[in-house]
C-alpha cells in the first residue's frame, strides 16, 4: 500500500469511522427512547382508562363502554383496541387487529409484547363494590399499537446522519488529497529517479528540496549516480576481458561435449544390440536344446543297459541346468531391453503360495527343513495383479533359502501393508535360518552374474541372476526388493507388492467347525502358530498338550529325526493312548516314512502342507468321529462325492482317453471321459470330481480356457486338483499353464510311477494302481528283435507294451487306432500346408504327437516331435522337409499294419 493511499485513509477514515460510530449509538439511543416513550404513554393511557372501563364492563353500560373505547382509540392513534369480560367475551373491538391468540385466563398485570411492527398491551380492568370497597376483575384491555411510525423516524435520522457524514467526507476527502500531494511528491520524484538507476539511466540529477529530510536523499541520490557510473565503466571493460576468456573456454567444452554424444550414443547402441544379441541367441538356444532334451526322452524309451541309461540322466540334468540358465538370460534381456510385459489378471495369494510350497517340497523333504507359509488374515482376495511373476519371483526366493540353508527352517509370510480404495500393498518376506551373508555380500546380491561368494555357483549352482531379475521385476510391479541378513545366521529377503483390489473382499474361512476339541503336539513353533491359528478360525477348541481333558482330533508332527528308535515308539505310544482319530504331521516323503499305525484312525500329511489339505483333512477326521459332514465353505456348493475316487479325463483323441482309463480304472477308481471342454463342464455342474488330467490342446476351449471356466464354478471347483497331460511343453508355457489354474503337468506318455506319485500327491493314495513291474503280463514273449538300421524301428510292441501299462492286447489295439488315422491326418496336413496355415497344421501335428506317444512306434514319435518342436520355434519353410520325412514314417506304419496280427 502507497505512502499517499495511507495518508488518505488516515485523514478520511479515522474521522469517517468515528463519525460513523457516534451516528450508530445516536440512532440506537434514540430509537430505544422513543419506543419507551410509546410504551409508557400508551401504559399510562390505559391505567387511566381503566377504572372506567371496569366500572362500565360491571354496570354492563356497553354505550358507556364503547364511548370510552372510541376516545382511547382515536387519541392515541392505535391500529386496534379489544375488551373483554372476564369469561373471555369481546365486548368492544375497534381497528384491524392482529391474529394474537386470547390467553386462557384474565392476565394477572399489564403486559406489554413487542413484534416487527406492533406493541400488544393486555391490562386487567377491576371494578370496586361501594360496600366492601374490595376491587374485583371484570375482564381485560388489549390494546396494539403501531411501531412502523417509529421505524420511519428512525430511516429519516439515518438518512439525515448519512447526508452529514457524506457531507463531512467530501471535505475531509478534499483536504486529505491537497496534503498527501503535497508530502508524497518528493518522494515519489525520488522513487523515479532510483527506478532509472535500476534501469541503467546513471546520467540523471535531482534539484534539492526545502525540507532538510528530503534535501539529503536529492544529494544521496546524486551521489549514488556518480558511482554507478564509475563502476559501469570498470565492469565494461572486465565484462570484455572474461568474454574473451569465456569464448576460449567454451570452444574447447564443445569439442568435449561432441565427443561425450558420441561416446554415450556408441554405448547405448551397443548396450541395446547386446540385449537384443543376448534375447535372440538364447531363444535361439533353447531351440536346438528342445531338440535334445526330446531326443534324450525317446531315447529313455528304447532299450538301455543301466550304464547307458546312467549317461542318459546325466545328459538329461544338464540340459535342464541349461535350459534353466538359458531361461534366466532370456528374462535377464528381455528386461534389459525393455520387452517384458506384465499381465493383469486375479490373483489368489493363498493358492499362489500354496503352489510354491509344492513346488519346493521335495527339496524340503530331501533336507529335512520345515518349509512353512504365512498368509494373514488381513489379506483380501482376489486381488488384480500378473500371477506369472509374482511366482517367478517367490519361486526364486524361495528356492534360495533352501539352497542355502542346510538345516532349520523357511518361512514365507505374506502381510498387509496398506489398504486404501482400490489398491492393497502385500509386505511379502521370505526368511531361511541359512549360512547368512555379511554387509559387503549384501551390497553385490543383486547385481548380474553375482553372487555372494564366487565359490557359490560351484557349491550350490545357478547363475546369479536370480535375484537381479526378480528385483527388476518387483520394480516393474511398483514395489521394492530388501535384504536384512546377518553371517552365520540366515537371512530375510522382503519385497513390497502393490496390487488392485477391484473386487476384493475379506478371505472365507474354509471350515466352519462346531468348536471341536483338539490338541496340538508340534514342536516346531512356526508350524505349530499355523495350525493352531487356522483351527481356532475354523472354530476349533484348544487343549495343551498337558491337558488332561480327551480331544476330538490329536494333530501330532513328527520330524524326521524323531521318526526312529524310542522317539518313534514313544509316539506310537501317544497315538495309542489318544482315542479318536489323528491327524499327523511328517516331515519327510511318503518313500521314508517308516509305519505308523493309527489305531484309532486317522491321516497323515507330508510337510509342507497346503491350508486347503489341512482343511480336508480336519473336516474329514473330525466328520468321521462325528458320524455326520461338518459344515464346510469349500463343500457346500456340491453334494457330497460317492465312495471311492471319481478321475476326469478330458482329451479330444479317443485312443489317449481310452488308454489312460484303462491304465487308472480299478475298484477304488471311477473315470469319467469327456472328449471336449464343453463336455467336461457338463459334467462338472452335475458331478464332483477328485482330480481332473486335462489335455491342452484341443478344438474350441482348449484345456487352459476348460480349466478356468471349471475354477469358476465354485469354490470347489476352485480347489480340486487339474493336472495337464500333453504331448508337448513349449519352455516358459508350463509357468504359464500352473499360474492359469492348473496344478501340474504331465507330459506324454505318461509313466506308471509318476502317475502312482501323483495320485498319492494330490489324494493321498498310495495302492490304487499296481506298481510298474506287477503290470507287465506273465508269459508275454518278446517281440522278435529288429534288424540293425540308421533309424528307429517301425513298431516296437514292447515299448507299446510298456506304455499301456503292461498290457499287450490294449497295446495292439492302440497301434491299430493310430494307425486307421494317419491317412486322414496326412490329408488334412497337406491341405494346412498348402494353405500355408502354420495353426492348424501345428494343431494336425500336436493330435498325433499325442496319439504317438502311447503307440509303440518310435520312428512316428520321434519325427512327429521333432516337427512339432520345429513348427514351434520356426516357419513353415523350415518344417518342410521334416514333413516329407514324416509322411514316409507315416507310410511305413501302414504298411506294418498286417504284421501285427503276427506279433
Given at each position: 500500500m502507497s505512502l499517499n493511499t495511507r495518508l488518505l485513509l488516515a485523514l478520511l477514515g479515522i474521522p469517517l469511522l468515528v463519525y460513523g460510530v457516534m451516528a450508530a449509538l445516536f440512532v440506537v439511543q434514540e430509537e430505544a427512547k422513543s419506543h419507551d416513550r410509546l410504551e409508557e404513554r400508551l401504559e399510562m393511557a390505559g391505567t387511566l382508562l381503566a377504572p372506567s372501563l371496569g366500572a362500565a364492563i360491571a354496570d354492563t353500560d356497553l354505550e358507556t363502554l364503547e364511548s370510552l373505547a372510541q376516545h382511547f382509540f382515536e387519541g392515541k392513534g392505535l391500529r386496534s383496541i379489544a375488551i373483554f369480560d372476564e369469561q373471555g367475551n369481546r365486548l368492544v373491538a375497534l381497528g384491524r387487529g392482529s391474529a394474537t391468540p386470547l390467553p386462557s385466563r384474565i392476565p394477572g398485570a399489564t403486559t406489554l409484547d413487542a413484534s416487527d411492527d406492533t406493541l400488544l398491551m393486555q391490562m386487567p380492568l377491576y371494578a370496586s363494590t361501594a360496600s366492601a370497597q374490595i376491587d374485583f376483575t371484570t375482564g381485560w384491555l388489549e390494546a396494539e399499537a403501531d411501531l412502523r411510525p417509529l421505524t420511519l423516524e428512525r430511516y429519516r435520522l439515518i438518512a439525515s446522519l448519512g447526508l452529514g457524514g457524506m457531507l463531512l467526507g467530501l471535505l475531509l476527502f478534499l483536504f486529505a488529497y491537497a496534503l498527501s500531494r503535497h508530502a508524497t511528491r518528493p518522494i515519489e520524484e525520488a522513487n523515479q529517479a532510483l527506478y532509472r538507476l535500476s534501469r541503467g539511466d546513471y546520467h540523471l540529477y535531482l534539484s534539492p528540496s526545502s525540507a532538510t529530510e528530503l534535501r539529503q536523499l536529492t544529494l544521496h541520490i546524486n551521489a549514488l549516480a556518480e558511482d554507478f557510473q564509475r563502476a559501469q565503466h570498470d565492469l565494461q571493460l572486465q565484462i570484455e576481458q572474461a568474454t574473451s576468456d569465456l569464448q576460449e573456454s567454451m570452444e574447447t567444452i564443445e569439442e568435449q561435449n561432441i565427443k561425450l554424444d558420441m561416446a554415450h550414443r556408441s554405448a547405448l547402441r551397443a548396450n541395446a544390440v547386446k540385449s537384443e544379441f543376448m534375447a535372440n541367441m538364447s531363444h535361439e538356444i533353447r531351440t536346438p536344446l528342445n531338440g535334445i532334451i526330446g531326443f534324450c526322452r525317446l531315447l529313455g524309451r528304447s532299450t538301455l543297459d543301466e550304464r547307458q541309461r546312467d549317461w542318459l540322466q546325466h545328459v538329461h540334468k544338464a540340459c535342464d541346468n541349461l535350459l534353466m540358465l538359458v531361461n534366466d538370460v532370456l528374462d535377464f534381456s528381455k528386461l534389459e531391453a525393455n520387452r517384458l510385459t506384465l499381465e493383469e489378471a486375479d490373483v489368489d495369494i493363498v493358492a499362489l503360495v500354496d503352489e510354491v510350497l509344492g513346488l519346493h517340497a521335495p527339496e524340503a523333504q530331501r533336507k529335512q527343513l520345515q518349509l512353512v507359509a504365512m498368509v494373514y488374515d488381513d489379506v483380501p482376495t482376489p486381488l488384480s495383479g500378473d500371477p506369472l511373476r509374482i511366482h517367478q519371483v517367490l519361486n526364486n526366493l524361495v528356492s534360495n533359502a533352501l539352497k542355502f540353508t542346510h538345516r532349520g527352517e523357511v518361512v514365507i509370510r505374506v502381510m498387509l501393508d496398506a489398504y486404501e480404495g482400490q489398491h492393497v500393498v502385500l509386505d511379502i518376506s521370505v526368511s531361511d535360518s541359512g549360512i547368512?551373508?555379511?554387509?559387503?555380500?549384501?551390497?553385490?546380491?543383486?547385481?548380474?552374474?553375482?553372487?555372494?561368494?564366487?565359490?557359490?555357483?560351484?557349491?550350490?549352482?545357478?547363475?546369479?541372476?536370480?535375484?537381479?531379475?526378480?528385483?527388476?521385476l518387483v520394480q516393474r510391479m511398483g514395489g521394492e526388493i530388501s535384504v536384512e541378513s546377518e553371517l552365520g545366521k540366515g537371512a530375510t529377503f522382503s519385497f513390497t507388492l502393490p496390487l488392485l483390489a477391484h473386487n476384493a473382499n475379506a478371505r472365507p474361512s474354509e471350515l466352519a467347525l462346531a468348536h471341536p476339541s483338539v490338541r496340538v503336539i508340534e514342536a516346531h513353533r512356526p508350524t505349530r502358530m499355523v495350525v493352531e491359528h487356522l483351527l481356532q478360525r475354523w472354530g476349533a477348541t484348544l487343549l495343551t498338550p498337558s491337558s488332561e481333558d480327551a480331544a476330538d482330533l490329536l494333530v501330532l508332527g513328527i520330524d524326521t529325526s524323531e521318526a526312529s528308535g524310542e522317539s518313534l515308539e514313544q509316539w506310537r505310544e501317544t497315538l495309542h493312548d489318544h482315542a479318536g482319530p489323528a491327524l499327523v504331521l511328517v516331515n519327510c516323503s511318503s518313500f521314508e516314512l517308516p509305519a505308523i499305525a493309527l489305531p484309532h484312525g486317522g491321516e497323515v500329511i507330508y510337510k509342507p502342507f497346503t491350508r486347503a489339505k489341512l482343511a480336508d483333512a480336519v473336516s474329514q477326521l473330525l466328520s468321521q468321529k462325528n458320524g455326520a459332514t461338518l459344515p464346510s465353505v469349500a463343500t457346500a456348493a456340491l453334494p457330497a462325492p460317492q465312495s471311492g475316487i471319481d478321475l476326469l479325463i478330458v482329451d479330444d483323441n479317443a485312443p489317449n482317453r481310452e488308454l489312460l482309463k484303462a491304465m487308472l480304472e480299478s475298484q477304488e477308481v471311477q473315470v469319467t471321459l469327456a472328449e471336449?471342454?464343453?463336455?467336461?463342464?457338463?459334467?462338472?455342474?452335475?458331478?464332483?470330481?477328485?482330480?481332473?488330467?486335462?489335455?491342452?490342446?484341443?478344438?474350441?476351449?482348449?484345456?487352459?480356457?476348460?480349466?478356468?471356466?471349471?475354477?469358476?464354478?465354485?469354490?470347489?471347483?476352485?480347489?480340486?486338483?487339474?493336472?495337464?497331460?500333453?504331448?508337448?511343453?513349449?519352455?516358459?508355457?508350463?509357468?504359464?499353464?500352473?499360474?492359469?489354474?492348473?496344478?501340474?503337468?504331465?507330459?506324454?506318455?505318461?509313466?506308471?510311477?509318476?502317475?502312482?506319485?501323483?495320485?498319492?500327491?494330490?489324494?493321498?493314495?498310495?495302492?490304487?494302481?499296481?506298481?510298474?513291474?506287477?503290470?507287465?503280463?506273465?508269459?508275454?514273449?518278446?517281440?522278435?528283435?529288429?534288424?540293425?538300421?540308421?533309424?528307429?524301428?517301425?513298431?516296437?510292441?514292447?515299448?507299446?507294451?510298456?506304455?499301456?501299462?503292461?498290457?499287450?492286447?490294449?497295446?495292439?489295439?492302440?497301434?491299430?487306432?493310430?494307425?486307421?488315422?494317419?491317412?486322414?491326418?496326412?490329408?488334412?496336413?497337406?491341405?494346412?500346408?498348402?494353405?500355408?496355415?502354420?495353426?492348424?497344421?501345428?494343431?494336425?501335428?500336436?493330435?498325433?504327437?499325442?496319439?504317438?506317444?502311447?503307440?509303440g512306434a518310435p520312428e512316428l514319435a520321434l519325427t512327429v516331435e521333432t516337427l512339432e518342436t520345429r513348427l514351434r520355434t520356426s516357419d513353415l519353410a523350415q518344417a518342410e522337409a521334416l514333413l516329407e520325412e514324416l509322411y514316409q514314417a507315416m507310410a511305413r506304419l501302414i504298411a506294418q499294419r498286417h504284421t501285427l496280427d503276427r506279433l
Amino acid at each position: 500500500m502507497s505512502l499517499n493511499t495511507r495518508l488518505l485513509l488516515a485523514l478520511l477514515g479515522i474521522p469517517l469511522l468515528v463519525y460513523g460510530v457516534m451516528a450508530a449509538l445516536f440512532v440506537v439511543q434514540e430509537e430505544a427512547k422513543s419506543h419507551d416513550r410509546l410504551e409508557e404513554r400508551l401504559e399510562m393511557a390505559g391505567t387511566l382508562l381503566a377504572p372506567s372501563l371496569g366500572a362500565a364492563i360491571a354496570d354492563t353500560d356497553l354505550e358507556t363502554l364503547e364511548s370510552l373505547a372510541q376516545h382511547f382509540f382515536e387519541g392515541k392513534g392505535l391500529r386496534s383496541i379489544a375488551i373483554f369480560d372476564e369469561q373471555g367475551n369481546r365486548l368492544v373491538a375497534l381497528g384491524r387487529g392482529s391474529a394474537t391468540p386470547l390467553p386462557s385466563r384474565i392476565p394477572g398485570a399489564t403486559t406489554l409484547d413487542a413484534s416487527d411492527d406492533t406493541l400488544l398491551m393486555q391490562m386487567p380492568l377491576y371494578a370496586s363494590t361501594a360496600s366492601a370497597q374490595i376491587d374485583f376483575t371484570t375482564g381485560w384491555l388489549e390494546a396494539e399499537a403501531d411501531l412502523r411510525p417509529l421505524t420511519l423516524e428512525r430511516y429519516r435520522l439515518i438518512a439525515s446522519l448519512g447526508l452529514g457524514g457524506m457531507l463531512l467526507g467530501l471535505l475531509l476527502f478534499l483536504f486529505a488529497y491537497a496534503l498527501s500531494r503535497h508530502a508524497t511528491r518528493p518522494i515519489e520524484e525520488a522513487n523515479q529517479a532510483l527506478y532509472r538507476l535500476s534501469r541503467g539511466d546513471y546520467h540523471l540529477y535531482l534539484s534539492p528540496s526545502s525540507a532538510t529530510e528530503l534535501r539529503q536523499l536529492t544529494l544521496h541520490i546524486n551521489a549514488l549516480a556518480e558511482d554507478f557510473q564509475r563502476a559501469q565503466h570498470d565492469l565494461q571493460l572486465q565484462i570484455e576481458q572474461a568474454t574473451s576468456d569465456l569464448q576460449e573456454s567454451m570452444e574447447t567444452i564443445e569439442e568435449q561435449n561432441i565427443k561425450l554424444d558420441m561416446a554415450h550414443r556408441s554405448a547405448l547402441r551397443a548396450n541395446a544390440v547386446k540385449s537384443e544379441f543376448m534375447a535372440n541367441m538364447s531363444h535361439e538356444i533353447r531351440t536346438p536344446l528342445n531338440g535334445i532334451i526330446g531326443f534324450c526322452r525317446l531315447l529313455g524309451r528304447s532299450t538301455l543297459d543301466e550304464r547307458q541309461r546312467d549317461w542318459l540322466q546325466h545328459v538329461h540334468k544338464a540340459c535342464d541346468n541349461l535350459l534353466m540358465l538359458v531361461n534366466d538370460v532370456l528374462d535377464f534381456s528381455k528386461l534389459e531391453a525393455n520387452r517384458l510385459t506384465l499381465e493383469e489378471a486375479d490373483v489368489d495369494i493363498v493358492a499362489l503360495v500354496d503352489e510354491v510350497l509344492g513346488l519346493h517340497a521335495p527339496e524340503a523333504q530331501r533336507k529335512q527343513l520345515q518349509l512353512v507359509a504365512m498368509v494373514y488374515d488381513d489379506v483380501p482376495t482376489p486381488l488384480s495383479g500378473d500371477p506369472l511373476r509374482i511366482h517367478q519371483v517367490l519361486n526364486n526366493l524361495v528356492s534360495n533359502a533352501l539352497k542355502f540353508t542346510h538345516r532349520g527352517e523357511v518361512v514365507i509370510r505374506v502381510m498387509l501393508d496398506a489398504y486404501e480404495g482400490q489398491h492393497v500393498v502385500l509386505d511379502i518376506s521370505v526368511s531361511d535360518s541359512g549360512i547368512g551373508m555379511s554387509d559387503e555380500q549384501q551390497q553385490k546380491l543383486f547385481s548380474a552374474f553375482t553372487q555372494a561368494e564366487p565359490s557359490h555357483s560351484r557349491q550350490f549352482g545357478g547363475s546369479g541372476l536370480g535375484l537381479t531379475i526378480s528385483r527388476q521385476l518387483v520394480q516393474r510391479m511398483g514395489g521394492e526388493i530388501s535384504v536384512e541378513s546377518e553371517l552365520g545366521k540366515g537371512a530375510t529377503f522382503s519385497f513390497t507388492l502393490p496390487l488392485l483390489a477391484h473386487n476384493a473382499n475379506a478371505r472365507p474361512s474354509e471350515l466352519a467347525l462346531a468348536h471341536p476339541s483338539v490338541r496340538v503336539i508340534e514342536a516346531h513353533r512356526p508350524t505349530r502358530m499355523v495350525v493352531e491359528h487356522l483351527l481356532q478360525r475354523w472354530g476349533a477348541t484348544l487343549l495343551t498338550p498337558s491337558s488332561e481333558d480327551a480331544a476330538d482330533l490329536l494333530v501330532l508332527g513328527i520330524d524326521t529325526s524323531e521318526a526312529s528308535g524310542e522317539s518313534l515308539e514313544q509316539w506310537r505310544e501317544t497315538l495309542h493312548d489318544h482315542a479318536g482319530p489323528a491327524l499327523v504331521l511328517v516331515n519327510c516323503s511318503s518313500f521314508e516314512l517308516p509305519a505308523i499305525a493309527l489305531p484309532h484312525g486317522g491321516e497323515v500329511i507330508y510337510k509342507p502342507f497346503t491350508r486347503a489339505k489341512l482343511a480336508d483333512a480336519v473336516s474329514q477326521l473330525l466328520s468321521q468321529k462325528n458320524g455326520a459332514t461338518l459344515p464346510s465353505v469349500a463343500t457346500a456348493a456340491l453334494p457330497a462325492p460317492q465312495s471311492g475316487i471319481d478321475l476326469l479325463i478330458v482329451d479330444d483323441n479317443a485312443p489317449n482317453r481310452e488308454l489312460l482309463k484303462a491304465m487308472l480304472e480299478s475298484q477304488e477308481v471311477q473315470v469319467t471321459l469327456a472328449e471336449s471342454g464343453a463336455q467336461a463342464l457338463e459334467y462338472a455342474r452335475r458331478q464332483l470330481f477328485d482330480l481332473v488330467l486335462m489335455d491342452i490342446r484341443m478344438p474350441g476351449m482348449d484345456g487352459i480356457q476348460t480349466t478356468q471356466a471349471l475354477r469358476r464354478l465354485n469354490k470347489v471347483w476352485s480347489r480340486c486338483p487339474i493336472v495337464a497331460v500333453t504331448a508337448h511343453v513349449p519352455s516358459g508355457e508350463r509357468e504359464q499353464w500352473l499360474a492359469a489354474g492348473l496344478d501340474d503337468v504331465l507330459v506324454k506318455p505318461v509313466d506308471e510311477a509318476k502317475l502312482i506319485a501323483l495320485l498319492h500327491r494330490f489324494l493321498g493314495l498310495g495302492a490304487v494302481l499296481p506298481p510298474p513291474s506287477a503290470l507287465e503280463p506273465p508269459g508275454a514273449k518278446a517281440p522278435p528283435a529288429q534288424p540293425p538300421s540308421a533309424r528307429l524301428p517301425v513298431i516296437d510292441l514292447a515299448l507299446g507294451t510298456r506304455l499301456a501299462g503292461g498290457r499287450q492286447d490294449l497295446a495292439k489295439e492302440q497301434l491299430k487306432r493310430l494307425i486307421d488315422t494317419l491317412q486322414e491326418s496326412e490329408i488334412q496336413m497337406r491341405r494346412a500346408f498348402a494353405a500355408q496355415n502354420l495353426g492348424a497344421l501345428l494343431d494336425h501335428v500336436h493330435a498325433l504327437n499325442g496319439a504317438s506317444r502311447y503307440c509303440g512306434a518310435p520312428e512316428l514319435a520321434l519325427t512327429v516331435e521333432t516337427l512339432e518342436t520345429r513348427l514351434r520355434t520356426s516357419d513353415l519353410a523350415q518344417a518342410e522337409a521334416l514333413l516329407e520325412e514324416l509322411y514316409q514314417a507315416m507310410a511305413r506304419l501302414i504298411a506294418q499294419r498286417h504284421t501285427l496280427d503276427r506279433l
